[in-house]
């Protein structure tokens, strides 16, 4: 609660506000159309800023040609330089203004032709871009072939899903642990397994409500969704909490993928829980896969290391980057992830890779640097006839086994998209998993090439980093091997030798259990959900391979995806494809495959070829039915610029005085500057600002009057989220020093006897021209009292910024002692608010209200009685109640309650109770009674009781009168003594 001198303060300094912010917004178009005139008579040497001052107004009147912010800048230059000439100013500051306003000048003359768009997004992202949906790990065509094996009795699919019904965290009763931060890492407080058995409860409820269609089960794995999405905030620890991004970002995906038709998920729900994903995890997961941390970033220098982090880290956010994609129906967030996994980012990839050993020079998660080299081998008769030697291969078996997993997942998914990853890069996958495979099982004499890994600080190229020289071997055998037979025997028709042995070893699989992490790197149950009517498909039923092509901008093109990250990878921003371009899209078949003409589009073309626009961006998916009449699948993704999902939220800081602050309006003086930041939920996002700056961060020039300043957030995709700033200015302040300390936006204020004061508004020095004449005689803008003995009224007549006011100090010297009042009727009013004490009933507390008329009256009429030693009683006319310690009307009668303190000089006091607590009056009349235990402002006068004390002139209800008291304070109508009416002092007397 603040002392009432400070409403008064604001009160006044408010009505200073709204005169001045008035004034300046005419000076503003005042300087569009004609010059203010300078002096009374013209000197030669303000000619230049005269001359500079018309060149800037010329430019003003033309100013749609020129970017907004600059253009207000160099209003803000022009108020400036017209006060400098105003105030008689010198020469050097003369120049100065000068200087200043022709290099605005110049900026405004630059940004010729320039534009600025703050134009905001469409309010709500169009989903519909072309997914398959669900489209993570299992599509609906999954679930139904399950259903029918179970209907056949399959024993395999009979097994596994009786495990996942007996599964304890399938369970419609399975809870969840949410945590507000997602911690992995950094020692003390992790608690990323929360997350993890958290993701999967609601997978595998997910699960059971897609195959059994058990409402409980679905209820769950949406209300543990929204538990976490709800009141999870961050992921945090060290380094490893990209980890926790990944793989409980790609498992609370996958789940809610699965739950995202369900009729009682809200459609407000799931859009909150899509928005937790783009905000929470996305932003991480896309900075961790393109900085690594920023360990190769750093383009020529010696620890550039690219491959520094293991390929299971950009698997893992990968495939959760993936996930989310598909979830948020973002295609320029599925591209992101394709261009991880398919392409070289850094541009040392060689095949074949000829160097021993092989440097680790490139990302991990990249097909070629994941499946380091692939060798012609004895020990295969299968997988395409080739072994492939993984990163992780030499590392430990563990890991090894890890990684193959995710990026069998990655495969996998994007194959329900239409993206065949398993038969990218001459079958390069299939390499890599059977040479894990072989691995598991300790195979000898597998293909090695030694392997250069950078890790514990060094670079690849050190000696001192680790060399790898052999194949870990041993056997971890994962939840994802049912995946690897079911796509390339079930769905290719390719054998898999040793991935097939370590099937048979693993049997019906499971999901996450257990109490560490390994146990939920994988969704699992891969059985239950890949198991086909064959295990090693018939000819007749493989699908036909097609691989993409496409014509864009006159050059064919060999992959399916447009827009996204750079197929070279750079740190900038990346533009996805601008509008209005054609993109012909052309499906291939594999050479000497009959084509049966048989093609359809999702958007209803029925030829092989067709061309698109860049209107949108959209999963254009082509379906091929073969001789055999088995379907194959071909997606071509094109991401448009500014057609993605928007960023969450944008907010604003604002960093005034070395202090940063998260707001989107400021008040400062005139003259000073302030920093303006937009922070966006993102990464490698891009900003343009309405003066041409394209940094996060603006600084402004020196203020002179109230302005907006708009930035636009651009989001990776190009999407632009504006966010506008607004700037108060202040011209000048109350405020008065005790002591040599600062009490700021106070008129009326309490010292004590010998105390050291000094009265008068803060004026910022930038402010040119301003007069000050006090009632004392000085002219100065403050005045001092040393050693004050008694009260006193210091009123000072200023011009500030060409405009007239008045501040009238009270300044109260406390007197030693409390005084008694003399015993009779009066009322108790409060000067500052215009309001009486008032009884308002037994028990009830009393208020400060406005003075009632007849009988009401009573109410605010007290008796006061003293008891000759500085206290008093206070009985109200109206019923015999008395004023207690509560504030309280009560008919107990305890004497000596209130005590008074009057200003020494004045007739004004302060009321204080026995407990020696003065009380405060408020705004709207409530009165606080246990906050302040020295006097404030004196708010308190007596008025004797007289039926016929005032008499208050008719007030208008028109909207022009106004009324001020002589402290400047704005009154609903008018009060005993002198008062300020439509400019004139009016005084109103008793009768």
């Not at 303000?46 to 033309?62: K, V």
């Not at 100065?96 to 997004?121: C, E």
């Not at 129906?329 to 070289?344: E, G, R, T």
């Not at 961060?697 to 989001?715: E, K, Q």
């Amino acid at each position: 609660m603040k002392c009432n001198r400070l409403i008064i303060a604001t009160a006044a300094c408010s009505l200073f506000m709204a005169m001045a912010a008035d004034m300046y917004a005419a000076k503003a178009t005042e300087a569009v159309s004609h010059r203010q005139k300078v002096h009374n008579t013209t000197n030669a040497y303000t000619t230049g800023l005269e001359t500079s001052i018309a060149e800037a107004e010329s430019l003003i009147a033309n100013a749609t040609d020129y970017l907004p912010g600059l253009i207000a800048d160099l209003e803000d230059a022009v108020i400036d330089a017209r006060n400098i000439l105003n105030g008689n100013s010198s020469q050097n500051a003369i120049n100065q203004a000068n200087s200043t306003l022709k290099a605005n000048i110049n900026r405004v003359k630059a940004s010729y032709g320039k534009t600025f768009d703050a134009t905001p997004h469409a309010e709500e992202y169009v989903t519909d871009r072309g997914f398959v949906h669900p489209g993570g790990l299992h599509t609906q065509e999954d679930f139904d072939r399950v259903k029918r094996l179970l209907k056949q009795g399959n024993p395999l699919v009979k097994q596994a899903m009786s495990q996942l019904r007996n599964d304890p965290l399938s369970q419609a009763t399975a809870k969840t642990t949410p945590t507000k931060y997602i911690k992995r890492g950094g020692g003390e407080g992790e608690n990323y397994m929360n997350a993890a058995k958290g993701a999967a409860v609601a997978y595998l409820n997910a699960l059971r409500w897609k195959i059994d269609g058990t409402k409980d089960n679905g209820d769950n794995a949406v209300k543990v969704l929204m538990d976490w999405a709800n009141y999870t905030e961050g992921v945090t620890g060290d380094t490893n909490l990209n980890l926790a991004l990944g793989l409980y970002g790609y498992a609370f995906a996958q789940a809610a993928e699965l739950m995202r038709d369900y009729e009682g998920w809200s459609r407000d729900d799931f859009e909150t829980f899509r928005q937790w994903m783009l905000k929470i995890w996305y932003p991480g997961i896309i900075q961790f896969l393109r900085s690594r941390c920023g360990s190769w970033e750093n383009a020529g220098k010696w620890w550039q290391a690219p491959g520094h982090y293991w390929s299971n880290w950009g698997l893992c956010n990968d495939l959760a980057l993936l996930t989310i994609g598909v979830l948020c129906d973002d295609v320029f967030i599925y591209n992101q992830a394709l261009s991880f996994l398919k392409y070289d980012q850094v541009g040392t990839f060689t095949d074949p890779r000829t160097t021993d050993p092989i440097l680790c020079d490139g990302l991990t998660d990249f097909w070629g640097n994941l499946i380091v080299t692939t060798v012609e081998s004895d020990l295969e008769t299968g997988a395409y006839g080739k072994l492939g030697q993984m990163n992780e291969s030499g590392r430990d078996i563990g890991h090894a086994t890890m990684a193959c997993g995710l990026a069998v997942d990655l495969a996998h998914m994007a194959w329900n998209q239409g993206d065949d990853l398993f038969s990218y890069m001459d079958n390069r996958l299939a390499a890599g998993v059977e040479y894990i495979a072989a691995q598991i099982q300790s195979v000898e004499n597998l293909p090695w090439t030694n392997y250069h890994y950078c890790t514990g600080g060094f670079h690849y190229s050190d000696s001192r980093s680790w060399l790898m020289t052999e194949p870990a071997l041993g056997e971890q055998i994962r939840p994802y091997w049912g995946t690897v037979i079911g796509h390339y025997e079930s769905v290719k028709g390719v054998k898999m030798p040793f991935s097939e042995k370590v099937y048979e070893k693993m049997g019906v699989d499971r999901g996450g259990q257990g109490n560490t992490s390994g146990g939920y790197d994988h969704l699992g149950y891969s059985v239950l959900m890949n198991t086909r009517d064959f295990q090693l498909a018939p000819a007749d039923s493989i699908p036909a391979l097609i691989t993409p092509m496409m014509e864009y901008d006159g050059e064919i093109i060999g992959h399916n995806e447009l827009g996204g990250l750079k197929n070279t990878y750079v740190t900038d921003k990346n533009k996805c494809l601008p509008r209005g371009k054609t993109v012909k899209l052309m499906p291939q078949l594999a050479e000497g495959e009959e084509d049966t003409g048989n093609w359809i589009w999702n958007t209803g073309e029925t030829t092989k070829d067709i061309t698109v626009s860049t209107d949108k961006s959209y999963a254009y998916r082509v379906t091929y039915t073969n001789k055999n009449n088995v379907k194959s699948h071909q997606v071509f993704t094109i991401a448009v610029d500014a057609d993605c999902n928007p960023s969450p939220r944008t907010t604003g800081m604002i960093t005034y005085k070395g202090v940063s602050e998260e707001t989107d309006t400021v008040t400062v003086y005139y003259g000073e500057t302030v920093t303006l930041t937009i922070n966006g939920i993102g990464a490698y996002e891009s900003y343009e600002w309405d003066n041409g700056s394209h940094m996060a961060s603006v600084t402004t020039n020196p203020l002179v009057r109230p302005r907006d300043f708009t930035g636009v957030y651009i989001n990776q995709g190009g999407v632009r989220s504006p966010h506008k700033f607004h700037v108060n200015v202040k011209y000048m302040d109350i405020q008065a020093k005790v002591n040599g300390v600062v009490i700021n936006d106070t008129l009326d204020f309490a010292v004590n006897a010998g105390d050291n004061v000094e009265i008068g508004p803060y004026v910022p020095s930038a402010l040119a021209g301003c007069t000050y004449k006090w009632n004392t005689g000085e002219t100065t803008r403050t005045i001092n009292i040393d050693g004050i003995e008694t009260s006193g009224k210091y009123v000072l007549d200023y011009v500030v910024n060409g405009e007239k006011g008045q501040l009238v100090y009270n300044v109260f010297v406390n007197a030693a002692e409390d005084c008694n009042i003399a015993e009779g009727d009066y009322f108790v009013c409060d000067r500052l608010h215009n309001t009486v004490l008032t009884n308002n009933g037994v028990n009830q507390k009393c208020t400060m209200q406005q003075r009632m008329a007849g009988d009401d009256a009573m109410a605010q009429v007290w008796h006061i009685t003293n008891n000759g030693q500085g206290y008093h009683n206070l009985k109200s006319l109206k019923d015999g109640l008395y004023l207690q310690v509560s504030t309280r009307a009560t008919a107990t009668e305890t004497h000596g309650v209130i005590g008074f303190r009057k200003a020494v000089g004045a007739d004004y006091y302060e009321l204080h109770n026995k407990l020696s607590y003065y009380w405060q009056f408020d705004d709207n009349g409530t009165i606080v009674s246990n906050v302040l235990k020295a006097p404030c402002n004196y708010p308190l006068v007596f008025q004797l009781f007289d039926v016929n004390a005032i008499s208050l002139p008719d007030v208008t209800e028109d909207m022009s009168c106004t009324i001020y008291n002589i402290m400047g304070q704005k009154l609903s109508q008018p009060v005993k003594g002198l008062n300020i009416i439509n400019g004139k002092k009016v005084m109103v007397r008793a009768r």
